[in-house]
């Protein structure tokens, strides 16, 4: 019901930033409470940071607090991920994800998903 397509990704040197972006299908894109998910290799996919529906406040996963930074641009039906300092751990396909209920940073509250992204950064 909704389309979510994740860019921006690519590779970057430990150090680096890169800006992700999830353009969303439909007018209701202000309904929806975004994240942004990562998911490496062999790994669970965890989150990273989640924005309330009219971008006012934001809440970040421990790992990337001070890093990176979620917005939205409503008018735009986008989302970014801001990712500044980026780590080789950082490594993952990131995902955007639309929940209709609340904010959250569980994976099964999650309603709709993009395709995810690839970052990779070497060190």
């Known amino acids: 019901q909704v389309q979510l397509v994740e860019s921006g990704g690519g590779l970057v040197q430990a150090g680096g930033s890169l800006r992700l972006n999830c353009a969303a299908s439909?007018?209701?894109?202000?309904?929806?409470?975004m994240g942004w998910f990562r998911q490496a290799p062999g790994k669970e996919r965890e989150f990273v940071a989640t924005?309330?529906?009219?971008?006012?406040?934001?809440y970040y996963a421990d790992s990337v607090k001070g890093r990176f930074t979620i917005s939205r641009d409503n008018a735009k039906n986008t989302v970014y991920l801001q990712m500044n300092s980026l780590k080789p751990e950082d490594t993952a396909v990131y995902y955007c994800?639309?929940?209709?209920?609340?904010?959250?940073?569980?994976?099964?509250?999650?309603?709709?998903w993009g395709q995810g992204t690839q970052v990779t950064v070497s060190s």
């Open positions: 994800a639309a929940n209709q209920g609340y904010s959250s940073r569980l994976v099964r509250d999650y309603d709709y």
């Open positions: 439909g007018r209701t894109f202000s309904s929806y409470y």
């Open positions: 924005i309330i529906r009219s971008g006012g406040s934001t």
